[in-house]
Nanobody
Protein backbone atom coordinates (compact mmCIF):
# COMPACT_ATOMS: atom_id res chain seq x y z
CA UNK A 1 0.00 0.00 0.00
CA UNK A 2 1.10 3.51 -0.80
CA UNK A 3 -0.27 6.51 1.02
CA UNK A 4 -0.06 9.85 -0.77
CA UNK A 5 -0.48 13.29 0.77
CA UNK A 6 -0.54 16.42 -1.36
CA UNK A 7 0.37 19.88 -0.15
CA UNK A 8 1.33 23.25 -1.53
CA UNK A 9 -1.98 24.40 -2.93
CA UNK A 10 -3.40 27.81 -2.24
CA UNK A 11 -4.57 31.09 -3.68
CA UNK A 12 -2.33 32.84 -6.19
CA UNK A 13 -2.76 35.64 -8.70
CA UNK A 14 -2.66 34.95 -12.40
CA UNK A 15 0.93 34.79 -13.61
CA UNK A 16 2.15 33.50 -10.29
CA UNK A 17 3.66 30.15 -9.33
CA UNK A 18 3.00 27.30 -6.95
CA UNK A 19 4.84 24.09 -6.23
CA UNK A 20 2.72 21.14 -5.26
CA UNK A 21 4.26 18.30 -3.29
CA UNK A 22 3.10 14.72 -2.97
CA UNK A 23 4.68 12.89 -0.06
CA UNK A 24 4.49 9.11 -0.20
CA UNK A 25 4.65 6.61 2.63
CA UNK A 26 4.30 2.87 2.94
CA UNK A 27 6.44 2.13 -0.10
CA UNK A 28 9.33 3.82 -1.85
CA UNK A 29 8.15 5.61 -4.97
CA UNK A 30 11.29 4.74 -6.93
CA UNK A 31 9.36 1.83 -8.48
CA UNK A 32 6.17 3.79 -9.13
CA UNK A 33 4.95 5.88 -12.01
CA UNK A 34 3.57 9.12 -10.61
CA UNK A 35 0.89 11.33 -12.06
CA UNK A 36 -0.90 14.56 -11.35
CA UNK A 37 -4.55 15.05 -12.20
CA UNK A 38 -7.07 17.81 -11.60
CA UNK A 39 -10.75 17.68 -10.91
CA UNK A 40 -13.61 20.11 -10.56
CA UNK A 41 -16.68 19.23 -8.47
CA UNK A 42 -18.97 16.87 -10.33
CA UNK A 43 -16.53 16.32 -13.17
CA UNK A 44 -14.06 13.60 -14.11
CA UNK A 45 -10.41 13.79 -13.23
CA UNK A 46 -8.31 15.35 -15.97
CA UNK A 47 -4.70 14.51 -16.71
CA UNK A 48 -2.05 17.13 -15.96
CA UNK A 49 1.38 15.47 -15.91
CA UNK A 50 3.03 12.10 -15.34
CA UNK A 51 6.42 10.50 -14.96
CA UNK A 52 7.29 6.87 -15.59
CA UNK A 53 8.61 4.74 -12.76
CA UNK A 54 12.13 4.97 -14.23
CA UNK A 55 11.89 8.74 -14.28
CA UNK A 56 13.01 8.75 -17.91
CA UNK A 57 9.67 9.53 -19.53
CA UNK A 58 7.33 12.40 -18.79
CA UNK A 59 4.03 13.48 -20.29
CA UNK A 60 2.03 16.67 -20.03
CA UNK A 61 -1.41 17.87 -20.98
CA UNK A 62 -1.23 20.34 -23.86
CA UNK A 63 -2.69 23.05 -21.67
CA UNK A 64 0.26 22.96 -19.25
CA UNK A 65 3.21 22.24 -21.55
CA UNK A 66 5.93 24.79 -21.03
CA UNK A 67 4.36 25.99 -17.77
CA UNK A 68 4.28 22.95 -15.46
CA UNK A 69 7.08 20.54 -14.61
CA UNK A 70 6.81 17.21 -12.84
CA UNK A 71 9.81 15.96 -10.88
CA UNK A 72 10.60 13.45 -8.19
CA UNK A 73 13.04 13.10 -5.32
CA UNK A 74 13.24 9.43 -4.50
CA UNK A 75 15.40 10.11 -1.45
CA UNK A 76 12.57 12.20 0.00
CA UNK A 77 9.89 9.88 -1.41
CA UNK A 78 8.21 12.95 -2.85
CA UNK A 79 6.91 14.06 -6.22
CA UNK A 80 6.51 17.68 -7.19
CA UNK A 81 4.52 19.70 -9.67
CA UNK A 82 6.05 23.09 -10.36
CA UNK A 83 3.32 25.33 -11.73
CA UNK A 84 4.40 28.58 -13.39
CA UNK A 85 2.53 31.30 -15.23
CA UNK A 86 -0.69 30.19 -13.62
CA UNK A 87 -4.01 31.07 -15.22
CA UNK A 88 -7.51 31.31 -13.73
CA UNK A 89 -8.47 28.24 -15.74
CA UNK A 90 -5.88 26.22 -13.79
CA UNK A 91 -8.14 26.51 -10.74
CA UNK A 92 -9.08 23.05 -9.50
CA UNK A 93 -8.34 20.40 -6.92
CA UNK A 94 -5.09 18.65 -7.81
CA UNK A 95 -4.45 15.00 -7.02
CA UNK A 96 -1.33 12.91 -7.24
CA UNK A 97 -1.47 9.24 -8.13
CA UNK A 98 0.85 6.23 -8.22
CA UNK A 99 1.13 3.03 -10.22
CA UNK A 100 3.67 0.28 -9.52
CA UNK A 101 6.12 -0.09 -12.42
CA UNK A 102 3.82 2.04 -14.56
CA UNK A 103 4.55 4.32 -17.48
CA UNK A 104 3.69 8.00 -17.85
CA UNK A 105 0.03 7.30 -18.45
CA UNK A 106 -2.52 10.04 -18.95
CA UNK A 107 -5.41 7.79 -17.91
CA UNK A 108 -6.64 7.99 -14.34
CA UNK A 109 -7.85 4.39 -14.50
CA UNK A 110 -4.25 3.20 -14.81
CA UNK A 111 -3.30 4.46 -11.35
CA UNK A 112 -3.86 2.45 -8.19
CA UNK A 113 -3.22 4.94 -5.40
CA UNK A 114 -4.49 8.46 -4.92
CA UNK A 115 -4.01 11.30 -2.51
CA UNK A 116 -6.76 13.40 -0.99
CA UNK A 117 -6.10 16.43 -3.18
CA UNK A 118 -4.99 20.00 -2.69
CA UNK A 119 -6.92 23.05 -3.86
CA UNK A 120 -5.35 25.49 -6.30
CA UNK A 121 -7.15 28.78 -6.90
CA UNK A 122 -5.85 31.31 -9.40
CA UNK A 123 -7.40 34.76 -9.29
CA UNK A 124 -7.56 37.05 -12.29
Amino acid sequence: QVQLVESGGGLVQAGGSLRLSCAASGRTISSYAMGWFRQAPGEERVFVAAMSWSGINTAYADSVKGRFTISRDNAKNTVYLQMNTLRPEDTDTYYCAAKYKGWSSNLAVNYDYWGQGTQVTVSS
